[in-house]
């Protein structure tokens, strides 16, 4: 459904130490990649995260290279952002289930990652979900991994001391 942004979460605490943002974007059409780096760059600022842009050709590539930049760089958290609008093949299909795996994949290995890889049926539903004053899904993809790297600090930061071991550990 199209419409304002649906973010309706307040903005988490990230903690004292510093946010580092990675946004991988797919610029094949480029009026929609730039309205979704637009938004998404907005709201990682609202938050006091710093972010660098890297480019990949298209959709597949987006999840190879959340998972090298994770494995290799130092940011904490990811944004994809992409278009992928339905043509007369299946290669549609492939490219929208394919880049939703992977980036799946990667966030059940625990990193935070925001996925507004857009599928439409035609450009205007991209670009009324890409533009910030309308969909905002740019904005929307950002704060879901700032969320989640929001959370995943505030269990790190938790006492250990919860079950069986921790138990035992801090006994005399």
Same mark, same amino acid.
Do not use: K, N, Q, Y
């Given at each position: 459904m199209a419409g304002s942004s649906t973010q309706s979460l307040a903005r988490a605490d990230l903690g004292e130490a510093p946010a580092r @943002? &990675?946004? #991988?974007c797919a610029p094949y059409y480029r009026d929609i990649a730039d309205l979704l780096l637009a938004g998404a760059r907005?709201?990682? !600022?609202?938050w006091g995260a710093t972010h660098e842009t #890297? !480019? @990949? $050709?298209?959709?597949?590539?987006i999840p190879p290279? #959340?998972?090298?930049?994770?494995?290799?760089?130092? %940011? %904490?958290a990811f944004v994809a952002l992409g278009c992928v609008i339905r043509g007369e093949t299946t290669h549609y299909q492939t490219v929208v289930e394919e880049s939703a795996r992977g980036l799946t994949l990667l966030g059940l290995q625990g990193h935070c990652i925001g996925n507004a890889i857009l599928t439409v049926e035609n450009e205007e539903q991209a670009? #009324?979900?890409?533009? $910030?004053?309308?969909g905002n899904k740019g904005a929307d993809a950002a704060a879901a991994a700032l969320h &989640? &790297?929001?959370?995943? *600090?505030? &269990?790190? *930061?938790q006492e250990k001391g919860v079950g069986f071991l921790g138990r035992l550990g801090g006994a005399a």
């Open positions: @943002v &990675l946004i #991988v907005a709201e990682i !600022e609202a #890297v !480019e @990949v $050709p298209g959709a597949l590539e290279a #959340v998972a090298l930049a994770a494995r290799l760089g130092d %940011h %904490h670009l #009324v979900r890409a533009d $910030p004053a309308r &989640l &790297l929001a959370f995943s *600090r505030r &269990l790190t *930061r």
